[in-house]
Protein backbone atom coordinates (compact mmCIF):
# COMPACT_ATOMS: atom_id res chain seq x y z
CA UNK A 1 0.00 0.00 0.00
CA UNK A 2 3.02 2.25 -0.12
CA UNK A 3 3.62 4.74 -2.86
CA UNK A 4 5.72 3.14 -5.77
CA UNK A 5 8.85 4.65 -7.20
CA UNK A 6 6.73 5.93 -10.23
CA UNK A 7 4.06 7.44 -8.45
CA UNK A 8 6.55 9.18 -6.56
CA UNK A 9 8.12 10.55 -10.18
CA UNK A 10 4.61 11.52 -11.11
CA UNK A 11 4.01 13.35 -8.18
CA UNK A 12 7.44 15.00 -8.26
CA UNK A 13 7.10 16.41 -11.95
CA UNK A 14 3.60 17.74 -11.20
CA UNK A 15 4.38 19.92 -8.21
CA UNK A 16 7.53 21.21 -10.25
CA UNK A 17 4.99 22.21 -13.06
CA UNK A 18 2.67 23.79 -11.20
CA UNK A 19 5.93 25.56 -9.04
CA UNK A 20 8.72 26.03 -10.98
CA UNK A 21 11.91 25.29 -10.12
CA UNK A 22 12.78 28.85 -8.28
CA UNK A 23 9.87 29.03 -6.09
CA UNK A 24 10.49 25.35 -4.83
CA UNK A 25 13.85 26.73 -4.55
CA UNK A 26 12.65 29.41 -1.85
CA UNK A 27 10.72 27.40 -0.02
CA UNK A 28 13.29 24.63 0.26
CA UNK A 29 15.59 28.03 1.22
CA UNK A 30 12.91 28.76 3.71
CA UNK A 31 11.63 25.21 4.85
CA UNK A 32 15.97 24.78 5.89
CA UNK A 33 15.75 27.83 8.05
CA UNK A 34 12.59 27.00 9.80
CA UNK A 35 14.11 23.80 10.67
CA UNK A 36 17.42 25.36 11.73
CA UNK A 37 15.84 27.91 13.83
CA UNK A 38 13.62 25.27 15.35
CA UNK A 39 16.60 22.97 16.79
CA UNK A 40 18.48 26.12 17.88
CA UNK A 41 16.09 27.15 19.98
CA UNK A 42 14.94 23.88 21.65
CA UNK A 43 19.10 23.48 21.92
CA UNK A 44 18.57 26.39 24.32
CA UNK A 45 16.11 25.43 26.00
CA UNK A 46 17.60 22.31 26.70
CA UNK A 47 20.69 24.14 28.18
CA UNK A 48 19.11 26.59 29.87
CA UNK A 49 16.86 23.60 31.51
CA UNK A 50 20.40 21.70 32.62
CA UNK A 51 21.87 25.49 33.80
CA UNK A 52 19.12 25.54 36.41
CA UNK A 53 19.18 22.78 37.29
CA UNK A 54 22.98 22.31 38.01
CA UNK A 55 22.78 25.40 40.09
CA UNK A 56 19.61 24.33 41.72
CA UNK A 57 16.95 26.61 40.61
CA UNK A 58 13.96 25.52 39.25
CA UNK A 59 10.21 27.39 38.30
CA UNK A 60 8.47 25.28 41.16
CA UNK A 61 11.56 25.80 43.78
CA UNK A 62 11.10 29.75 43.26
CA UNK A 63 7.35 29.93 43.77
CA UNK A 64 7.52 27.14 46.71
CA UNK A 65 10.36 29.82 48.03
CA UNK A 66 7.96 32.60 47.81
CA UNK A 67 5.32 31.07 49.16
CA UNK A 68 7.09 29.95 52.26
CA UNK A 69 8.04 33.81 52.67
CA UNK A 70 5.02 35.14 52.76
CA UNK A 71 3.73 32.76 55.42
Given amino acids: ?3 SVTQLLIVLVI ?3 LFGTKRLKNLG ?3 GGAIKGFKKAVKDGSENDTNLQENGQTLEGEVN ?6 V
Fill in 65 to 70: KKDHEN
Fill in 15 to 17: VLL
Fill in 1 to 3: MGI
Fill in 29 to 31: SDL
